[in-house]
């Protein structure tokens, strides 16, 4: 009797419970805008990165944007003052070790006259 009571308590819910309820809806004409960002970097399928063999300012410009350039050619003139004075350092270096070897001071010819 218990699962007869269950069943028919059931029976009942279902049956309340598929009440029948109507929605409508009527269809509207209006426009319809989307709008899409996105950001991009364009390049081109042939490009080459330019790179400076030593550090400096620009002092010449020797091309234009679009100019076709060849292997090792000269594309800049770089000013760099850093380089200026290693290369004047090294001359003065050069000079002083010349002096040391021909001069009065020379370590060579000191040794033979002892």
């Given at each position: 009797m218990n699962k007869s009571l269950i069943l028919l308590v059931f029976m009942l819910l279902v049956v309340f419970s598929c009440k029948e309820e109507v929605v409508s809806t009527k269809p509207q004409f209006s426009n319809i805008v989307e709008a899409v960002y996105?950001?991009?970097?364009?390049?081109?399928?042939t490009s080459y990165t330019v790179f400076a063999e030593s550090g400096g300012m620009i002092e010449q410009k020797l091309i234009v944007e679009g100019d076709v350039v060849e292997k090792g050619q000269v594309l800049f003139r770089i000013r760099s003052?850093?380089?200026?004075?290693?290369?004047?350092?090294?001359?003065?270096?050069y000079e002083l070790l010349k002096d040391n070897?021909?001069?009065?001071?020379?370590v060579l010819?000191?040794?033979?006259?002892?």
């Open positions: 996105a950001s991009a970097t364009v390049q081109p399928a003052t850093a380089s200026d004075l290693n290369i004047e350092n090294a001359q003065l270096n070897a021909q001069g009065e001071a020379n010819k000191e040794l033979q006259n002892n």
